[in-house]
Every structure is written in C-alpha cells, then in structure tokens.
C-alpha cells in the first residue's frame, strides 16, 4: 500500500530537514528532572515574564480596555484605569474598523504604521514611511515572510552568523534554500571580520550557491554584542559590492546596558552614508514587543520596515500578508512600545520607574553573569553589551572532550547535562547555535531573578571548576576514577 | 547590473503566482468610491465586527483580566467585572508560565488543548487527545502549515472545491503544490458528486499529479451548504480508497440556521464508521473563533485536531510550529468558546441572550437575502444553510457578456462594478472562489445590520432588474442605446 499525505516518508524534505533545538536534549532532560521534583532555573529562553518578570502596567490597562470597550462606557472605569490608559484605549479603537475582533489589513493598522514610522524618524532622524512598514505576529512571521519570498530553491544562499538563533537556519532550511555561515569573532568581541565574508560569499559560489541576503542580529543573540557604526557601513558596503538584501534583526535594540556602544540602526548608518549607497541597498529591519524590557513574547506584536524595496515587490508582500493576518492585541502592544507615556501624562511617572527598575536589573544581572563566568576556570566571556544573553567559552579539557564521546554526547551537552543535574541550571548547549570546531559554549539568558544571580554563579562555578579539576590531565582524570 | 534579492524579477516564482483577490477591483473602486464620500456597504468579507455586530461580552471580559491581572488585586475590581469573569480569568492564567506575555510551547497552552477535547468528545461522542490539538493563530494559520508540510512541489495535488475560500488555492501556489480542482454541484444544493472526484483524480494524474490531500469547508464558503452525514461518508470513503488526506475546515459549524441537516463533523462521521477505515483515513480538522457566531476575526485563535497521523509526523508539525508560536490571547477566546458559561454561572444569562440574539439575527438575514435574490429577475439563489454568505448566480444575458468583454472585464467583474457604483453594494465576483464557464455569480456575507437588510436587498432587486431589462434581448439593447 503507497504512503499517505501525512506519513513521515511521504512529507515535505524541507521539513523534515529543518532543524529547531527547542526540544533538544536538554531542555527534555530539564522537564524530566522537573516532574521529579528537582529545582529547575530555566535559563534556556528569552522568556522573561515566565521567570517572574511582571509586565509594564500601562500597556496592559490600555490593552484590558481595548478588549472590554464597554468598561469605558461603565462612570466607574475611573476606578481602576487612569484616564490617559483610558484616553489611548479610545485612540487606538477609533484606528480600527470594529475594535480588537475585526481583522486589520495585511499591514496591520494604518493608525499603528504611522506610530512606528514616527518612532524610527525620532531614532535615525530620517524619514520613515508607514506604507513601508508591516506589522507582524513578533518579528518571527516577518522574517519568515521576506525569506520565503527571496528564497527560490536550493540555489539561494542565507549568510547568516555563527553562532547565531536558530529561527534563521529553521526558516532557510524550511523554505528550501541554503545557510551560508560567516562566523562572528570571538576574540573582537564577536566582530566579524569582512574578509571572512567575502570568502563565505566565494565558496557558496563555488557550490552553486548564489547569496542573495545576509542577516544580521544587533545587538547579538546568543552573542550579546553591539555592532559599531563602522561595522555596520562595512556590511552595507560588502551587501551594495555583492548584491545582496540585508536583513536587520534589531529586536534586542532597546536591551543595552553599556554606553560606549550604543544601537544604532542599520537604517539610520544607511542613510548617512549618502547617495548612491542609501537608494541602493535592500534593506529589511525588523522589531518586536517580545525583546525589549517589556518581554511581551507571548502577545506576538512586531513589525518590520522595508528600505529600497521595489513597489512591485511591496505588491507582492502586501498579497502574502494578507492570506493570513496579524493579530491586533499584538499591533496595541506595538503601538505603545514605539509611542509610551511621555512627561506630563498620569502614567509616566509609573511607566518610567517600571522601566527604569526593569532595564537597570537587566544590567546588573548582564554584569554579575559576565562575572561570574569569567571567575569560572576555563571559562571565558565576552561581556553582555545588549540582548539579554551570556554566551561564555567553555575550554573543555581533552579528557572531558573524550569521555563525552564515550557517553555518545556532544562535548558542550556533555557538560550542559552535567551542570544540570548537579546544580538544576537548564542551559542550551553552544552547538545548538553553531560554533567553531573543537570550540565549545553554553547560552543562558540573563533573566533569572536579580536577587537569585549571585547564589547561580556560584553554584554554576562550584560545579565548572570541579568538573574541570576532574577532567584536567590529574592523575585522578588520567586514572578515569571519578567518571 | 543584476538583480537584488527582493527584486520583483528574482521573486520566489511560487509568492508571484499565488493568486488571492483580497485587493480586487472590486474592493480598490469601492474603496475608492468611499474616498469620495460614497455610502459603501462592505458586504465583501466574512468580518462582522467590522459591520456593527457588538462582541460577546464574557470573552472580552475574561481576557481583560488576564491582559492586566494586577485589577484582580484590587478591591473595587467586582465593581466592573463579574466574579465568573474572575474565576475563569485567574484558571487561564495558572496554565500560563508567566501570564499572556510569556511564550506558549508549539502546542499552545495544554490547559486549553484539554478544554477543546473535552468540546471535541462532547459535540462527537467520541474520545480526543489533548496532544493532538494545536492552537494556531486562526485557522488560517493551520491550514497553512498543514499544506506546507504535505506538499512537495508541483507533482503534489491538492483537491479544493470550486467555489472555494480563496486561501486554499492561496496556500497551494505558495507552498508549490497544484490545485486539483472538484466542482460543487449548485443544482443539486452544492452538494458534491464522488463521480466528479474520481473524475479530478484521474485527470490530475494525467498530467502526473498525485492528489494527496483533499478540501472540505462545511458549512460551505462561499457556497454555505450544510454537508449531509451521507455525503461525508462518501468523501471519507473516497479519500480512504485515493489514500489522501481529509482536510476538514469546519469553521462555520456554530452558523447553522435550518434544522433539517445540522453541522456533523468529518471526525464523528470517520469514527461511527468503525474499523478499519476510522483508524485509516488521515483527518485534519479546523476551526476558528473568527467565524461561528463571535466573529473574532482580529484575535486569531484557532486549532487543528490530528487523527490517524503518525506519532513521527506530529514531531515533525510541533517542530514547525515551535519555530513561530501562537499569540496567547486568541487561545483564551478559544478556550471560552470551547468552554462557555453555564446554566447557574453569573454571566449565564447575558451570555446566552448575546449569543441567541446574533444567531437569530443571522439565520433572518441570510433569509431575507435568499429570498431577496431569487425575487430578483435572473438571480437563482440557493439557500443559505450555513456560515455568512450568500452566492446567488447571476444569468447575465448575452448582451451583458457581451458587454462586459468590451469593457474588457469579467461578466461579473462588470455586473458587480455596475451593482457597486449604483448602490454602494461591495460584493465579490464569484469568479475570485472559481466557477464553471459561462456561469456567474457573486458573493456577499449576511453582515449588514438586520434593520438594513431590507433596505439593501430591494436597492439591490432594482439595480439588477434594471440591468437585465437593459442588456435583455429588447429593441434597446439591440440598438445599443443605453450602454
């Protein structure tokens, strides 16, 4: 009997070729020793509210309004809302077509455009046009979106970094076409290097490939660097010199915590580079509700703005976005996160103290976590300049290289199982990001409660340095006794 | 100099040839009409919220709690919501790991899954598996993984009806497949004939498709025919002898509004059928809070249930899905659409006043339309026993075909731009669903308010009465006088 639609033999290749680590190894080991009872800091997501963040007041009461408008009608409401919540709740109702439960067009709210393309003018101080910007479900749909629209088939090359978030090898993979790696590195803070860059671009081609877009994730994920001014005109250079359709994920660009760096968009670095360059290159930048320090991941709001984007193109994004639409709670959340309360309104006051208290802890954590590593033996880490992960080096001595091949394991799971078990810190092993041969990491994020950071990095060192006195050329290691 | 990436020349072909006509001529000149202060009744798309339909007031409710959960801790709280509301709020919220604003898993949230199974065995009397229900953004979302984890290129068919809901030949052309089209049959009701089917096949398979996975949208849209228990057996015995997959888009099966044949899902009809074809036929089922009587279009929630997929396939389709996560709030409104109020809550009464009230209003107005169009000259209508639409067939005259080609438009391109700019009437040509030649029709929803529903159906009657007394074999039209 031939196989049916749904059996495994008979699916999509590109499916099935797709590789997404959410589920991997240690994240199962992680809910196994959960359900036994262990203690368990998940520290492998960039989920903020599920490791006790609360959310920003102000949104949600607009929100909570928005979706119960009768409440407004209620000589009560003052009770409970203050009235510029109440105030922005009837703004945003009066952009849609019925409130929150008629669909929006395939770009979202033309009200909500017009507050993003506001916000990016203030950041970059040039022009933005809300028919060029999209909102979307969190910046993910969207970056799915404009790579399956590039993508044509085997023969289409995605640079993408390494290490890097899994969401751009998944899609790439999905659509059918190709990853081409371009490593970030390590020792520059996790630079890139364009000549590195321009040799990735050569061996594709060398295979067939044909790149036709980079991405790049400032401030970095897993990486946690922010790109320079003068990074960024170089990687606008080499996209004009190659052809290719630069993709910025700029999600993390409100997650900073040092000065010397700070975000600047490839937008704005664009533009100030002039003529021919600034109506030349394709450029696709893209923002979320779910980063930030809002950490709004499960309302899925995002956007992305199209830069030197034929009209005709536009035309066919518009007709794809439409075929599926974007939820509007997303698209409030969106709204109030690129236009918040400013000084003078009721909430501003709160709205700020929310921020600022959320923002400043991020920081501290980013620091002791940095800290904490670099006290580890055989442990070094970049500092966490934005984004809201560490991304340590784990120097894995010969002997643990080895005795994770005897376990069957990946050295970095090896070690990541073994933190886990004895001190119950669920971590994604570097791999699952893509490194270096023989060079091995771990990602946490820095979300962990402020006041449990130090008690963390401690157990973490505890257990690193005894598995490294372990596994160091000692007699004991050499005699195999303590495996 | 050759083309970037997002160069309409360098598209992926399948984003170019994907067709879907939600910017029609027909909507770009009523939008166009109403720019210039035209009165235009948007009878276009399937959005009652967007014509005036008041949301159901305990969802709103319940998800304004959980969207600012900090009023729960405020004492006044009960003085705007009711204490059902809160309950129910607080029970969602603790299947959450961190409120709305924490990521669900690729599933969705399991303490929702569990309320649609519970619906599931309910309404069919038949047992269903948490696991194997996903939450999607929409329906839309669903059918739209679906399809990309089934299809592999052209040489995969995917037979749709005709009419259709335009996302499915949508779906189709972006994921590469070919759509294999199966006629309804509107003499005898839009029913569907499995000598037809056969038929569709064996023609695909001529052209070297093979068919391997099969649409039904019951209730129908746009054709709103209820599908009898008989004529779901025949499909499921169809698809089991052709080895395809059901794809069941059942989001209208709360809109039903005659007696004599209720909605009966795929799956109740596969399981009374026994062994071995109930372990056989590989089903995927939808719906949607956007339809039915809620009409949540904007909130995206929706689901799929899995039944007869192999336990490999469904990692494969929580991978996908775990790449791009659902939003948080469409799956309370599908959690509270599952799992109603009931006789003895509070918000009992309200609740189900609101509901009968927009149903009844629902089944008058698509009654009011059917009979509206079949008293019109030319127009034969078949009843609307389900869903929101009404798809009369238009018996344009010769002359009017005539017409219209020298007008250089489709028939009913041409009859609807003259209903439009006559009365302000924004319908859908029934050739964007697809339709056999030499057959026109055209869709409209049974939106509009109940009070104007007469109203618009006799603006309507003289519009095409009119029309058809012109373009009638007279001595007027002959001439030409009055084109």
């Not at 409440?71 to 919540?85: C, E, H, Y």
């Not at 700029?250 to 360059?277: C, H, T, W």
Request: charged share 20%; aromatic share 8%; hydrophobic share 35%.
């Amino acid at each position: 009997m031939s196989t049916k639609g749904l059996d495994y033999e008979s699916l999509n290749e590109n499916v099935k070729n797709t590789q997404y680590a959410i589920r991997g190894e240690l994240y199962l080991r992680a809910l196994e020793l959960q359900a036994q009872g262990k203690e368990i800091i998940l520290t492998n997501v960039g989920n903020p509210h599920a490791l006790g963040q609360k959310p920003i007041t102000f949104p949600r009461q607009v929100v909570a309004l928005c979706q119960a408008p009768f409440l407004m009608d209620d000589p009560n409401v003052g009770v409970l809302f203050p009235a510029d919540a109440i105030a922005r709740a009837k703004h945003y109702l009066s952009m849609t077509s019925g409130g929150l439960g008629a669909y929006c067009n395939g770009g979202g709210l033309l009200g909500i455009r017009k507050e993003v393309a506001e916000f990016i003018e203030k950041r970059d101080g040039y022009p933005s046009d809300p028919e060029l910007i999209y909102l979307t479900d969190g910046a993910s749909k969207g970056v799915m979106q404009i790579l399956q629209t590039i993508i044509r088939g085997q023969g289409d090359g995605i640079l993408v970094p390494v290490p890097q978030y899994p969401l751009y090898s998944a899609a790439t993979s999905l659509f059918g076409g190709s990853l081409v790696p371009y490593y970030l590195e390590e020792t520059a803070n996790w630079g890139l290097d364009i000549q590195n860059l321009h040799q990735s671009v050569s061996e594709a081609s060398a295979k067939g490939i044909t790149v036709r877009a980079m991405v790049i994730i400032n401030p970095g994920n897993p990486t946690g660097q922010c790109l320079s001014e003068s990074s960024l005109k170089e990687i606008l250079q080499f996209c004009n010199q190659e052809n290719l359709v630069l993709l910025g994920d700029e999600v993390y660009q409100q997650n900073v915590y040092q000065e010397e760096r700070p975000f600047i968009s490839a937008k704005k670095v664009l533009m100030d580079m002039g003529p021919p360059m600034s109506k030349q290159v394709q450029l696709v930048s893209f923002h979320s509700v779910s980063k930030g320090y809002w950490g709004e991941c499960g309302q899925r709001g995002g956007y992305f703005e199209l830069t030197n984007i034929p009209p005709q193109t536009i035309d066919e994004i518009y007709k794809i976005a439409s075929i599926s639409l974007t939820n509007c709670t997303g698209q409030i959340f969106l709204g109030i996160m690129v236009n918040p309360p400013k000084p003078g309104d009721i909430s501003y006051d709160g709205f700020l103290r929310e921020s600022n208290a959320i923002l400043g802890s991020l920081g501290k954590r980013a620091r002791i976590m940095t800290k904490g590593f670099n006290s580890c033996r055989n442990v070094v880490c970049n500092s966490t300049e934005g984004a809201m992960y560490s991304f340590p080096q784990i120097r894995l001595p010969p002997k643990a290289v080895e005795a994770a091949k005897r376990a069957g394991k990946v050295p970095d799971v090896f070690y990541c199982l073994k933190l886990l078990e004895a001190t119950g810190i669920s971590t994604v092993p570097g791999s699952g990001f893509g490194q270096k041969d023989g060079v091995f990491h771990l990602r946490t994020t820095i979300l962990a409660a402020e006041e449990d950071m130090h008690g963390i990095m401690a157990s973490l060192k505890k257990f690193n340095d005894e598995f490294m006195e372990q596994y160091e050329d000692t007699t004991e290691a050499i005699l195999g006794l303590n495996e």
